[in-house]
């Protein structure tokens, strides 16, 4: 089977890209101008050029193809760059669905996200949401993959922790910190994306993806912390206090957290997982388990 995938030059396209390999899967990625540059390491994978967010870019690019898997998404918005929710969350998942329905591909895997609703608080959650929408109204074979915050060696939330807990010796927490999330391995997610392609029952199915442990937002600190060997010091800082500061700072790509992204972290983020565990027989990688295999290193 050929696989069309999007979003393979991130951290997670990247090891959905060298599990399809592995399995056998021919792949072919959809990347912009150059970007092909950060997947050179994996042979044998046809490189299409083109852009979810331009339709016209997707023309008879799927052709040939057996499934699609579409990873496209951002954590930030910069307006001014043209990069929103809006315009990748949803304008390009429509523009990838009438692709493969023009080029006649039927089998559609969807990546969302955990927390994705109608009325979400934020536009990422919203956005997200209606793009599953679009995809479960398709007409397509689907399946929807909504996990919580995926953990591997190339994270961009357990590295940065432990970078600061290593070169400052402290970490700032919004509020109290006792807001849980529910980590995942990247390993336990390609897993179900790779398995779900052939699986007939993961057709018309919406899961809900978190790590087997729910943990608050201090525990996961703590838990860094002693797989580096290194303090855990923590410094509480008042949520009204982040809000203002991003409010203000978080059109700066080097500050490290939007007014969106301090709304869904309170909220917390944690699902029942059994039934994505249990559907496509993965044995889940508990938090400290997994950070050790890379942060050690």
């Known amino acids: 089977m050929r696989i069309f995938l999007t979003g393979s030059t991130g951290f997670v396209g990247k090891r959905i890209l060298r599990d399809l390999l592995e399995n056998k899967y021919q792949v072919r990625c959809l990347v912009r ?17 083109g852009d979810i967010t331009d339709a ?23 307006p001014f760059k043209g990069i929103t929710f809006e315009k990748l969350h949803y304008e390009g998942t429509v523009n990838l669905v009438r692709a493969a329905r023009a080029q006649g591909v039927m089998r559609f895997v969807q ?8 009325d979400g608080k934020t536009q990422y959650q919203q956005t997200k949401f209606r793009a599953e929408e679009f995809v479960r109204n ?10 919580s915050i995926i953990f591997g060696p190339e ?6 922790f432990a970078r600061m807990l290593r070169v400052q010796q402290f970490v700032p927490v919004i509020g109290n910190g006792n807001y849980q999330m529910q980590p995942v391995a990247v390993e336990n997610v390609s897993t179900g994306f790779v398995k779900s392609i052939e699986q007939k029952d993961a057709i018309g199915k919406t899961f809900d993806v978190g790590g087997p442990e729910k943990l608050d937002f201090n525990q996961i600190i703590d838990i860094i912390s002693e797989v580096i ?12 206090v982040m809000r203002l500061m991003a409010e203000m700072l ?4 080097s500050f490290p957290v939007t007014t969106e992204q301090i709304t869904m972290l309170l909220e917390g983020n944690t699902c029942d997982e059994k039934s ?19 942060l050690t290193i």
């Not at 398709?138 to 996990?147: C, E, H, I, N, V």
């Not at 060997?229 to 009204?240: E, G, T």
């Not at 249990?278 to 295999?293: D, L, M, Q, V, Y």
């Open 250 to 253: 978080d059109w700066l790509a």
């Open 155 to 160: 994270d961009k939330f357990v590295n940065q």
């Open 229 to 240: 060997c290194v303090p855990s010091h923590k410094i509480h800082i008042p949520a009204f």
């Open 111 to 118: 990546m969302s996200a955990l927390g994705a609703r109608r």
């Open 276 to 294: 994505f565990f249990a559907h496509f027989g993965i044995k889940p990688i508990c938090f400290k388990e997994g950070i050790s295999k890379y």
């Open 56 to 78: 016209s870019s997707l023309d008879g690019k799927l052709a040939g193809c057996d499934a699609v898997i579409n990873l496209v998404g951002i954590i930030r918005e910069f």
């Open 33 to 49: 101008q150059g970007s092909e540059q950060k997947i050179a390491d994996y042979k044998d994978v046809d490189i299409a050029h």
């Open 138 to 147: 398709s007409g397509l074979d689907y399946t929807a993959f909504r996990p």
